[in-house]
């Protein structure tokens, strides 16, 4: 997958109810509430798909800070010059 390198398989997979899905599946089943023509269904599958693009737009992001938090912990193993702890 495009959206996803597989190294992001070994992170931990975010928990189904996040701030993810919570949003993008109300803001999903707000879509169709209003229209009197809009059944049941169409809310159901629109809420549905916003939390199943919430949830992996937060995989993503957890990727990206993971990725962001292991290069920031590898420069600081490369160069333990500049990071030595303050005395006083």
């Given at each position: 997958?495009?959206?996803?390198?597989?190294?992001?398989?070994?992170?931990?997979?975010?928990?189904?109810?996040?701030?993810?899905?919570?949003w993008l599946g109300f803001a999903g089943w707000i879509q169709f509430l209003?229209?009197?023509?809009?059944?049941?269904?169409?809310?159901?599958?629109?809420?549905?798909?916003?939390?199943?693009?919430?949830?992996?737009?937060?995989?993503?992001?957890?990727?990206?800070?993971?990725?962001?938090?292991?290069?920031?912990?590898?420069?600081?193993?490369?160069?333990?010059?500049?990071?030595?702890?303050?005395?006083?």
């Amino acid at each position: 997958m495009v959206f996803l390198p597989d190294e992001s398989r070994s992170l931990p997979p975010p928990p189904l109810l996040n701030k993810g899905t919570v949003w993008l599946g109300f803001a999903g089943w707000i879509q169709f509430l209003s229209p009197p023509a809009a059944g049941v269904h169409r809310q159901i599958l629109f809420a549905t798909v916003g939390c199943f693009v919430g949830y992996h737009l937060v995989k993503r992001a957890e990727y990206k800070h993971a990725k962001v938090d292991r290069e920031l912990f590898e420069y600081i193993r490369h160069h333990p010059v500049d990071f030595q702890p303050s005395t006083g």
